[in-house]
């Protein structure tokens, strides 16, 4: 069955890095534009960045622009996200997922097949 897995969270001081991916099984990722995810406490599901099936079109929130990079190996299945220069706001649950139709935003309601996502904290 179609199947996102995401890794690579955990605790990190402000200004450190994280290395997200977001691993697929059960369809070919080749064919799919992916975008990254994150759900703060309290607040709704927000896009941070997403990336064309090919890996030609990027875009990012105005918020971690600058400072997060999405790519993709879709020999090795995998999506990932970079995130530098963390800030305790970026904060949350993070998840990847698949984008439903041709075209779309980067937006939660143009994606699905979740994955169960990603502890990343920020805090000193």
């Known amino acids: 069955q179609v199947q996102l897995v995401e890794s690579g969270g955990g605790l990190v001081q402000p200004g450190g890095s994280l290395r997200l991916s977001c691993v697929a099984s059960?369809?070919?990722?080749?064919?799919?534009?992916i975008g990254w995810f994150r759900q703060a406490p309290g607040k709704e599901r927000e896009g941070v960045s997403c990336?064309?099936?090919?890996?030609?079109?990027?875009n990012y929130a105005d918020s971690v622009k600058g400072r997060f990079t999405i790519s993709r190996d879709n020999a090795k299945k995998t999506v990932y996200l970079q995130m530098n220069s963390l800030k305790p706001e970026d904060t949350g649950v993070y998840y990847c997922?698949?984008?439903?139709?041709?075209?779309?935003?980067?937006?939660?309601?143009?994606?699905?097949?979740w994955g169960q996502g990603t502890q990343v904290t920020v805090s000193s």
């Open positions: 997922a698949r984008r439903i139709g041709l075209i779309g935003l980067c937006v939660p309601a143009d994606f699905g097949s």
């Open positions: 059960g369809f070919t990722l080749d064919y799919y534009a």
């Open positions: 990336i064309s099936s090919s890996g030609g079109t990027t």
